[in-house]
């Protein structure tokens, strides 16, 4: 996100293109991208960014993406330790807001798609993301929601296995009784309009 912003669509492209071929040579990675697929999960983005964000996030294996990403990051960015410490939250950010009444829940450890993942994998995310969570915040039971809405079998004998109560998909409506606590649909944030407060927002469901 952070090279989508400094570059642009068009200077994004420009700058991994090359980056991917050289480390991939004689691979067609687009080949495999599917647009139709790509909009779905990424409807908010221009279908550039859409595609290229599929591309990343569901195509290129996770070694060769990270490999592209971080040498066009150094160029373009700087170091990608220090841009960790300056944007993400630490400890005594999280127990602040839970001393606020919010819950900090659960959305995988290496944030990849289940869907790419063995079980043997994705038991090792959840648990791994279960345990952090209890040593950071603390045993209480939290809620989880799958990265990219990638819920499998796997993943959810996993969540049962750990701390989380219930886990949310991508789903986008409303949830009654009836639904699996670990299939839990939900309504994001995204598809609510600004100017929609208190009551007004109530009203969607």
């Given at each position: 996100h952070?090279?989508?912003?400094?570059?642009?669509?068009?200077?994004?492209s420009t700058e991994i293109t090359p980056v991917l071929r050289s480390q991939s040579p004689g691979a067609d990675w687009w080949e495999k991208v599917d647009a139709a697929a790509a909009r779905a999960l990424y409807h908010y983005e221009t279908p550039c960014r859409a595609q290229w964000k599929y591309l990343l996030a569901m195509v290129l294996p996770i070694p060769l993406r990270e490999a592209v990403i971080a040498e066009v990051f150094?160029?373009?960015?700087?170091?990608i330790t220090r841009w960790a410490r300056q944007w993400y939250v630490q400890w005594d950010h999280l127990k602040e807001l839970e001393s606020l009444?919010?819950?900090?829940?659960g959305h995988g450890y290496a944030h990849e798609s289940y869907a790419r993942l063995t079980p043997d994998e994705i038991r090792h995310d959840v648990l791994q993301i279960a345990a952090v969570l209890?040593?950071?915040?603390?045993?209480?039971?939290?809620p989880f929601s799958y990265p990219y809405g990638g819920v499998t079998d796997a993943a959810v004998l996993a969540c049962r296995q750990s701390s989380f109560v219930h886990a949310f998909t991508t789903q986008s409506r409303c949830i009654d009784a009836a639904f699996n606590a670990y299939y839990l649909p939900r309504v994001d944030t995204i598809h609510i309009s600004a100017h929609l407060q208190g009551e007004n927002a109530c009203r969607l469901c």
């Open positions: 952070l090279l989508l912003a400094a570059l642009g669509d068009e200077g994004f150094e160029k373009h960015i700087g170091s009444g919010h819950t900090v829940g209890r040593q950071g915040l603390g045993p209480e039971m939290r």
